[in-house]
């Protein structure tokens, strides 16, 4: 079946570093959306990308999905403590009509001060 | 801002015994979804429905859930024997149509409900 890959699993960084997550779909994505999910908490949305090659920006995060529609990658510039969590990223398959999101395995963030 | 909620926060349950987690979606939302987190683990999918029938269900979703829209405001997952597998965070999610009727709107997730069976 369709499989989100998403790597690293985990991330330490100090304070002020940047940090990459990356997304990759063994099928076609009509779209694909991005949710951080704090320790005990739920998945939070924090974007949909649905062209090839999109390219969107909030503050310090940045989200790219590419032109074949099946990777994307979310980079935080100069990580904050506030930043830790677990991002994940949840494709909606080309064919889709039903919603069924397909979410990768995250990647875990810690930053440290 | 409009949210999903979820009750029970938390729910205990013995092996064998039935449980219902309740969903509140948002009022103007017309999908909804189901999707468990096993501790440690991403989130899988369950479930979703639209105009009071199922529209796609997991391998995980078998012969023992049941989902059901009683009112015009809830959104329940029936799980009828708990098996200690069945431990895990339950979501519940709901978007409003996308573009052509389709589902690619964004999906909002409640709090989650988390059921332990013993």
């Known amino acids: 079946g369709q499989q989100v890959m998403q790597i690293p699993q985990y991330q330490h960084v100090q304070e002020g570093e940047d940090f990459t997550t990356y997304c990759n779909s063994s099928?076609?994505?009509?779209?694909i959306q991005w949710y951080k999910q704090r320790p005990g908490g739920h998945p939070v949305f924090l974007i949909q990308?649905?062209?090839?090659?999109e390219v969107k920006k909030q503050k310090r995060l940045t989200f790219q999905f590419g032109e074949a529609k099946k990777n994307s990658s979310l980079h935080i510039t100069a990580t904050q403590t506030t930043d830790v969590g677990t991002y994940f990223c949840?494709?909606?398959?080309?064919?889709?009509?039903?919603?069924?999101?397909?979410f990768g395995q995250g990647t875990t963030l810690q930053v440290k001060p | 801002e409009p949210e999903v909620t979820q009750t029970p926060s938390h729910q205990v349950t013995q092996m064998g015994q039935e449980v219902i987690l309740r969903c509140v979606p948002i009022?103007?939302?017309?999908?909804f979804y189901w999707y468990r987190q096993i501790l440690g683990q991403k989130v899988e999918f369950l479930v979703s429905?639209?105009?009071?029938?199922?529209?796609?269900k997991s391998e995980i979703f078998d012969d023992q859930f049941s989902v059901e829209r009683p009112d015009g405001s809830n959104f329940t997952l029936k799980i009828r024997s708990t098996k200690l597998e069945d431990s895990a965070m339950y979501f519940c999610?709901?978007?409003?149509?996308?573009?052509?009727?389709?589902?690619?709107?964004?999906?909002?997730f409640g709090p989650g409900t988390r059921l332990t069976v013993l």
């Open positions: 999610a709901s978007s409003r149509p996308g573009l052509a009727g389709t589902y690619t709107d964004t999906q909002y």
């Open positions: 099928t076609t994505l009509s779209n």
């Open positions: 990308l649905v062209k090839s090659g």
């Open positions: 949840a494709g909606l398959r080309g064919s889709s009509n039903t919603g069924k999101l397909i």
């Open positions: 009022s103007n939302h017309l999908y």
């Open positions: 429905f639209y105009n009071n029938e199922i529209s796609e």
